[in-house]
């Protein structure tokens, strides 16, 4: 299985600013090796000293595909999980300074702490769905997918434009505002609606 990322697709603030939506959305990877799941704890690597936490929601590809059209896109993923697009900041802004990629800021090991997945059929709506992060019990993040600039189904046909997808890879979609950095001994959990998807430690 492979994970595939959006860059930033939540922007409300682009939105009352009036600016135009980008044409094309932003991919980065993670290797399977990032993946933490059954809420086990996250250790902070020694080469960062500014990991931050962005909350997002996830995609299960159900079957594979390739330059799939808008009209099928919503028969390729079949449940939604929750879960975290750690990011070492002070890594990828130096990678950014230098126009350098973000694979070690972003795919670093235990950078994709994931839930366990829900089929869609069990959402009334996944153009409405409210997920939220909470750090120690304070609200940090909360968004809805109805602020995607891109919906579940338009980068399932972006990417599958260019990288064959498979069944069990996933998407992360993209993370709303409220980003920050996370400490060894935070406590970190994550909803849909009101259901806890994910809680673990920072260690
Ligand atoms: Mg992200």
């Not at 996830?58 to 999980?81: M, N, Q, T, W």
Request: some cysteine; overall charge negative; aromatic content about 12%.
């Amino acid at each position: 299985m492979k994970i595939i990322a959006i860059g930033r697709n939540y922007a409300a603030h682009i939105e009352e600013l009036n600016n135009e939506k980008p044409d094309e959305p932003v991919i980065f990877t993670k290797p399977d090796t990032a993946i933490l799941k059954n809420n086990a704890p996250f250790y902070y690597p020694d080469f960062s000293t500014d990991i931050h936490h962005e909350v997002e929601i996830l995609l299960r590809v159900c079957k594979e595909g390739k330059s799939i059209s808008p009209k099928f896109a919503h028969k390729y993923y079949d449940a939604i999980g929750l879960g975290i697009d750690f990011t070492a900041r002070d890594l990828q802004s130096k990678a950014k300074e230098k126009r350098l990629p973000w694979a070690l800021a972003k795919g670093f090991n235990g950078s994709a702490p994931i839930s366990e997945f829900v089929p869609i059929e069990e959402f009334k709506d996944l153009k409405d769905l409210n997920f939220s992060l909470k750090v120690n019990d304070d609200v940090k993040q909360q968004g809805n997918t109805k602020l995607m600039l891109f919906s579940f189904d338009e980068i399932i046909v972006y990417i599958s434009k260019f990288i064959t997808l498979k069944q069990g890879d996933i998407i992360f979609t993209g993370t709303p505002e409220g980003v920050g950095p996370v400490q060894i001994g935070d406590m970190l959990e994550g909803f849909i609606e009101d259901k806890s998807f994910f809680k673990f430690d920072v260690k």
